[in-house]
């Protein structure tokens, strides 16, 4: 019997010693005193690897012999309604009967309680058999989840300190409903007008007469949009009635006016009959995933509920984006891995030139490539996703956990250095998933489509058609770079998180910089020497778009008194502007960036698991001439291209 589980040895080991599973099962069990939970991290683990056992053997026996089925059927739309064929939704009532949707839900709520983490590892089994599958999979549970988090956000959610039980919290119904199956939901940002730029939102939201919520707007590209329950941002009045915050106008953009709210898009009556709130416009027809549902919804005066405060939108839409992000990095991985799957055996049994293909060098060398860079990645998005859930439910849980003491007593999993709080460990947990969480989301993306690429090649003519399957790894694969913000979103958002810190902070860029250069001559372990190389040589990258920041800087301020020099340069910098160099080779550092923290993962990995080390070897051997081309490219290229863009158009108007 095949099992996507079993079948991977890297996989196996974050259900096992790969992962601080005694901190994320003792935040999540909220330190063991529920009394329907398990009794310490042994028994929760061991019942988290059989639920990935089980879901692996699903995924390759319900789900991976169906895909094609999938990819031809698509989804149903008539009079304005979508469903699944017959296949599709067979596979969901059999995943509505294993649990799998309430999975990470609290038991009072009908769920069983498990860490996100685990739901994540099941969501890369699923894209490995296929991604749509996955991806609306991701939408019940992850849906139910975001439910009680924000709910607990704004104050509406108790939990018993006694014992740990949700005693009450606001969509409790809505939840169960998810839990069971029988609905899912979905968040609606992407409008006509507006993607990456949430500024440029137009639906909107206001209080009728009575003090109820009605929302107003289109919103398209929503993955399982045919759902019930709708996440929305929507642009609300300003609090003083008069211009926004952030200076625009009232209803023409600004972040600092934007609202979420949750809409029911219809009510299924007694009758039978539906009422809908939210027209379904239509179903998208797509390049790939096409057993996933992407709707295009009008609301007209559809009634809402606020969730938190008015202007609180953009902060908590980012919330429910980290776990987004998350779920797309573990959705490529499991695209890579079936990529790599396929083309290894293809190539094992395809012969040319008196051998199998795989003996060829250059074929050898691809699928030694596409191995080692899951396993990277694998790495990061198991780091990124362990410190997320581990920061946010010590934000959320940390006042009703009781004092612990032991190994992991720290949320470290290691019980070393003085005692922390529950509010700093989850600073330090957030800090290091925000640094890891655009990193994976760009390049696990990009590398899924890297690797569908050359699975579809080493495939030759073969993978240009239908009945291998490459082709459709290829398809399905293009649209991962784009949905949940777009790699070069991320590589943005990446870059200016760390070049921020270094204008915030020189002395302490400055100061790890020499530490980061002194160990990679001094470390007496060979692999902490090449790991602090990769580091220098990343930080000597950021060392030099930062002076060349200040260059530009200070050649702007010209002309000016030199007393406001200071406050030009030292002030408010404005990214449009200031940080052009970096924007141009942001895309760059971001590959950077990931090398090294994946390096450093699995550097963790080797000090803790002697047997890893030869993976951190391997993974050594390909990023360090990648890291020093990305180096030489930033440090020697772009100096021409920008003093081209800086030159006015053809037709455009000079000022002055």
């Not at 895909?67 to 699944?84: H, P, T």
């Not at 104050?155 to 609905?183: C, F, H, K, L, Y």
């Amino acid at each position: 019997m095949a099992n996507f589980f079993e079948d991977n040895p890297d996989l196996q080991f974050y259900l096992g010693a790969g992962v601080d599973w005694d901190t994320l099962a003792w935040v999540t069990e909220l330190g063991f005193r529920h009394p329907d939970g398990f009794r310490d991290a042994a028994q929760a683990t061991g019942f988290y690897r059989e639920v990935a056992q089980s879901v692996g053997a699903f995924a390759a026996e319900e789900v991976a012999p169906w895909a094609a089925e999938i990819d031809r059927q698509g989804v149903l739309f008539r009079e304005g309604e979508a469903s699944f064929p017959p296949r599709l939704a067979s596979i969901f009532s059999k995943m509505a009967g294993l649990d799998l949707f309430g999975l990470t839900l609290p038991r009072e709520i009908g769920g069983m309680n498990a860490p996100m983490l685990l739901y994540f590892i099941n969501g890369e089994l699923l894209a490995r058999a296929d991604v749509s599958v996955m991806a609306h999979h991701g939408f019940h549970g992850g849906i139910a989840m975001a439910m009680l988090a924000l709910s607990m956000i704004e104050g509406s959610t108790d939990i018993d300190p006694s014992n740990g039980r949700v005693t009450r919290t606001r969509w409790r119904a809505e939840m169960q409903e998810i839990a069971s199956g029988r609905a899912w939901g979905s968040m609606d940002i992407t409008e006509p007008d507006a993607g990456s730029d949430m500024a440029a939102l137009r639906a909107s939201a206001v209080p009728d007469a009575n003090g109820a919520w009605r929302l107003s707007g289109q919103k398209i590209f929503i993955t399982s949009g045919h759902g019930k329950y709708h996440f929305v941002i929507a642009r609300t009045p300003p609090a003083n009635g008069g211009p926004h915050g952030d200076g625009t106008d009232a209803g023409n953009g600004g972040l600092k006016d934007l609202s979420l709210f949750l809409v029911r898009a219809f009510e299924d009556l007694p009758d039978g009959t539906r009422r809908r709130h939210a027209t379904l416009d239509r179903i998208e027809e797509k390049l790939g995933h096409h057993g996933s549902a992407t709707a295009a919804i009008t609301f007209d005066q559809a009634p809402a509920e606020l969730v938190g405060r008015p202007g609180d939108g953009f902060k908590l839409m980012l919330e429910l984006m980290n776990h987004a992000r998350l779920g797309v990095g573990f959705e490529s991985i499991g695209l890579g891995e079936c990529a790599l799957r396929m083309a290894r055996s293809y190539a094992a049994e395809r012969r040319s030139m008196g051998k199998t293909i795989d003996r060829h060098e250059m074929i050898a060398d691809y699928l030694d490539g596409m191995e080692i860079d899951l396993i990277g990645l694998r790495a990061l998005a198991v780091h990124a996703a362990f410190h997320e859930e581990v920061g946010h439910k010590l934000e959320l849980f940390g006042s009703s956990l009781p004092v612990r003491s032991g190994p992991g007593a720290n949320g470290n999993g290691h019980g070393k250095g003085a005692p922390e709080s529950a509010a700093q460990a989850a600073r330090r947990h957030r800090a290091t998933s925000r640094r890891a969480l655009p990193l994976l989301k760009y390049l696990a993306a990009e590398k899924a489509v890297e690797m569908a690429r050359l699975c579809l090649q080493i495939h030759g003519g073969n993978g240009y058609m239908r009945e291998f399957g490459a082709e459709k790894l290829l398809r399905d694969a293009l649209v991962l770079p784009i949905y949940e913000g777009t790699s070069q979103i991320q590589a943005l958002m990446a870059t200016k998180d760390t070049l921020g810190a270094i204008i915030k902070r020189p002395q302490r860029f400055l100061t790890e910089l020499a530490r980061t250069r002194w160990e990679s001559v001094t470390a007496r372990d060979p692999r902490e020497r090449r790991v602090a190389r990769l580091a220098a040589l990343s930080m000597a990258a950021q060392h030099h778009v930062v002076r060349s920041l200040l260059g530009a800087k200070l050649r702007s301020v010209r002309g000016k008194p030199i007393g406001t020099w200071r406050a030009e340069v030292l002030g408010p910098w404005d990214p449009r502007q200031d940080f052009s160099f970096a924007l141009l080779h942001a895309e760059r550092l971001t590959r950077l960036f990931a090398d090294v923290e994946i390096a450093r993962v699995l550097l963790a990995q080797a000090r803790r698991h002697p047997g890893r080390g030869p993976l951190l070897d391997r993974y050594l051997a390909r990023a360090e001439p990648r890291v020093r081309y990305l180096h030489d490219e930033i440090t020697s290229t772009g100096g021409a291209l920008l003093g081209r863009l800086r030159r006015p158009a053809d037709g455009e108007r000079v000022n002055g």
